[in-house]
T-cell receptor, first 114, second 116 residues
Framework: AQSVTQLDSHVSVSEGTPVLLRCNYS??????LFWYVQHPNKGLQLLLK??????LVKGINGFEAEFKKSETSFHLTKPSAHMSDAAEYFC????????????FGQGTELSVKP | EPEVTQTPSHQVTQMGQEVILRCVPI?????FYWYRQILGQKVEFLVS????????KSEIFDDQFSVERPDGSNFTLKIRSTKLEDSAMYFC??????????????FGDGTRLSIL
């Protein structure tokens, strides 16, 4: 069965410093992985997706994630945090053969200090 | 950019009452989903819907829940007799294909359901 674990419930960085949000996955198959972001009182916005075409995936707003099979990880990074990056971030995996069901991690709240 | 829209943004209902949450998926999408997020907990899958049928449903999606695509644009979630534990944010999503990474799911802003 597929699952994802986000290793930090809360990450705090200063504006202009790098962001690292950690996610480990478990999957019997080659997984399809996503990162979604949720700003306060807003829906879930797709940041990026891993489709096995490339291990380094670039997303919107300067975010990227690297798929590492040996470490079963899909960490999200950004070189320089911006105040507008403050939000909840979800690592997500698709559960194959279950109608497109997405399985969400617990979420990581990112705070950005001025 | 096309969006998934959900109405209302906030619904307050007395326990035991029926509630209908409405969604307008992206127009060329064929697969539809409902998820919910209880405060402080993970986002959980409820149901997926394709070709006017439920494709998959979770254990949460019991007989009190139903989904419908009453016309060519709306996708609704009905809770027949609401319980306190149904209080949550409900998200609708849609996708062109059955959710693989090349055709990801797009989410609405959610409906916050409060049961009193």
């Amino acid at each position: 069965a597929q699952s994802v674990t986000q290793l930090d419930s809360h990450v705090s960085v200063s504006e202009g410093t790098p962001v690292l949000l950690r996610c480990n996955y478990s999957s019997s198959y080659s997984p399809s992985l996503f990162w979604y972001v949720q700003h306060p009182n807003k829906g879930l916005q797709l940041l990026l997706k891993y489709t096995s075409a490339a291990t380094l995936v670039k997303g919107i707003n300067g975010f990227e994630a690297e798929f590492k099979k040996s470490e079963t990880s899909f960490h999200l990074t950004k070189p320089s945090a911006h105040m507008s990056d403050a939000a909840e971030y979800f690592c997500v995996v698709i559960h194959y053969n279950q109608g497109g069901k997405l399985i969400f991690g617990q979420g990581t709240e990112l705070s950005v200090k001025p | 950019e096309p969006e998934v829209t959900q109405t209302p943004s906030h619904q307050v209902t007395q326990m035991g009452q029926e509630v209908i949450l409405r969604c307008v998926p992206i127009s060329n999408h064929l697969y539809f989903y409902w998820y919910r997020q209880i405060l402080g907990q993970k986002v959980e899958f409820l149901v997926s819907f394709y070709n006017n049928e439920i494709s998959e449903k979770s254990e949460i999606f019991d007989d009190q829940f139903s989904v419908e695509r009453p016309d060519g644009s709306n996708f609704t979630l009905k809770i027949r007799s609401t319980k306190l534990e149904d209080s949550a944010m409900y998200f609708c999503a849609s996708s062109e294909g059955p959710g693989q990474a090349t055709q990801p799911q797009h989410f609405g802003d959610g409906t916050r359901l409060s049961i009193l």
